[in-house]
């Protein structure tokens, strides 16, 4: 029994070994510096809670950061109610909810149309406002998969961006020309969600 678990034992430092040199082979190539254009998508949940966590790193490393949610903005969030607070407090991050709801809750086109540009344009002032290090588009896919905003004025504006500046989308089904242009792409699957259990929206989970 020992010799067998000392084998283990050694037979997964080696492991290790292979894996650490792997590792730094990969970090001594990747020289370069970056802003990112991240893209979360899918038909899972955590696209915007991956975002949002984003916001905490940045801010621990002394960034400035501007969100813009779409579609959003019908009920109160736990996540506007902090970031109010955070402001409040003396960080520098800046939240605009620029949403009335989905679509099904508006059912009026014009109507989201109008405000999806309103939105555009709180976020093109954030994209060039040289303060900010990272800047949160949320839901933004969901506005270009309805056609609220021509897919290439958002991806012309993407790509004037300045060099250091990172930059999040969220939503389900987004374009594939922002897929091919982003840096990052997470796509959230979905295997249990509890709606499906007849459990409602929960505080602090869901909103």
């Known amino acids: 029994m020992g010799d067998a ?82 402001a409040e407090s003396g960080f520098p991050v800046e939240m605009h909810t620029m949403g009335e709801g989905f679509t099904w809750d508006t059912q009026d086109r014009r109507r989201d149309i109008a405000t999806a540009r309103l939105g555009w344009e709180k976020a093109v002032e954030l994209l060039r406002d040289e303060s900010f290090d990272l800047v949160i588009l949320d839901e933004l896919n969901v506005v270009l998969r309805y056609d609220y905003l021509p897919v290439e004025e958002v991806l012309d504006e993407l790509r004037r961006k300045r060099e250091m500046l990172h930059v999040v989308v969220t939503g389900r089904n987004a374009k594939p020309a922002l897929i091919e242009m982003a840096d990052l792409v997470t796509e959230m699957t979905q295997v249990k969600h509890p709606y499906r259990d007849g459990v409602k929206p929960q505080p602090g989970i869901e909103y």
């Open 5 to 86: 678990m000392d084998e283990n034992d050694e037979e997964h430092r080696r492991k290790m070994v292979r894996r650490k040199e792997a590792f730094d082979a990969r970090m001594e190539k990747a020289t370069l510096e970056k802003g990112l254009l991240i893209v979360h998508t899918g038909a899972g949940k955590g696209k915007t809670t991956a975002a949002l966590g984003l916001i905490v790193r940045a801010l621990g490393q002394g960034k400035k950061v501007g969100v813009v949610q779409y579609i959003k903005g019908a009920i109160a969030t736990g996540e506007a109610a902090l970031i109010a607070r955070l």
